[in-house]
């Protein structure tokens, strides 16, 4: 009979401190303030530097006056705010959301490059995945197609010519490990679709002359000659150029592994 009373008790005190702790957790009760209110207050934390809490208290705008002018406003300084804290991912969903909502807003073209920022700004070394700086240009190409006289249009035009010259990178370095391990035909194909697609980029002079190399790894000198010959007319007086001409000439040995130069090779 006392097991069964000590039991009861046990389970009376917990059920007394659940329900003590669900009065604590709940919401305090909703109070609806003036719009211009919330939405100087949101500025004003933003202007602190308070990014986080700015973008709750823009959310609030939009929560409490959804059909106001301010919403509109609130939406973009949310995503600015969830921008400026890091939260990329956050600042992406608003800035879909608002260029969804407003496909006529003149502040559109802002929201495209506030969200190719976000990619951008996430951009990795060549050695990683690629996916956001693929994700940076896509952004920036739409941004500069849609609305190539906006005031970002340029530096859209900029960024997007560092990203393409980024891809670039990370074909080369993937062209020249095929290269070191002896996968010449692989490394042939990454370095002709280096030369197709970024062919405005810094790195087409090595790629025709990875090019080169390769050919004459595999004793095809007269594609390799060809190959030179573009080279040269595109790039006469380049470092890769006389490379490759010494090469096609017989006088430029390919250092072995193991070779002090083999890594810069």
Not at 35 to 64: C, H, P, S, T
Request: aromatic share 12%; charged share 25%; glycine share 4%.
């Amino acid at each position: 009979m006392n097991t069964k009373i000590t039991v009861l008790s046990l389970l009376a005190a917990m059920m007394l401190m659940v329900s003590a702790c669900t009065s604590a957790d709940v919401e305090p009760e909703y109070v609806e303030r003036p719009v211009d209110d919330i939405y100087n207050e949101a500025l004003n934390v933003l202007q602190a530097g308070d990014y986080k809490l700015a973008a709750v208290m823009f959310d609030e705008v939009e929560r409490q006056h959804p059909y106001s002018s301010w919403a509109n406003k609130a939406q973009l300084m949310s995503a600015y705010a969830y921008y400026q804290n890091d939260a990329y991912d956050s600042a992406i969903i608003a800035l879909d959301r608002f260029i969804q909502l407003h496909p006529s807003s003149p502040d559109v073209p802002y929201a495209f490059y506030l969200k190719a920022l976000c990619y951008y700004e996430q951009i990795s070394d060549v050695a990683r995945d690629q996916k956001m700086t693929e994700l940076a240009m896509q952004t920036l190409d739409e941004l500069v197609r849609r609305f190539p006289t906006s005031k970002y249009a340029k530096d859209a035009k900029l960024k997007r010519d560092l990203t393409r010259d980024h891809l670039a990178g990370k074909d080369m370095e993937i062209g020249r490990y095929y290269l070191r391990q002896g996968h010449y035909l692989a490394a042939i194909n990454r370095f002709k679709s280096i030369i197709d697609t970024y062919q405005t980029t810094t790195h087409s002079a090595e790629a025709l002359h990875r090019l080169v190399e390769a050919y004459i790894a595999l004793g095809l000198h007269k594609e390799a000659q060809k190959v030179a010959a573009v080279l040269g007319h595109n790039f006469p007086g380049s470092e890769w150029y006389v490379d490759s001409y010494q090469l096609v000439e017989g006088k430029l040995v390919r250092p072995e592994e193991g070779d002090p130069w083999y890594s810069l090779w």
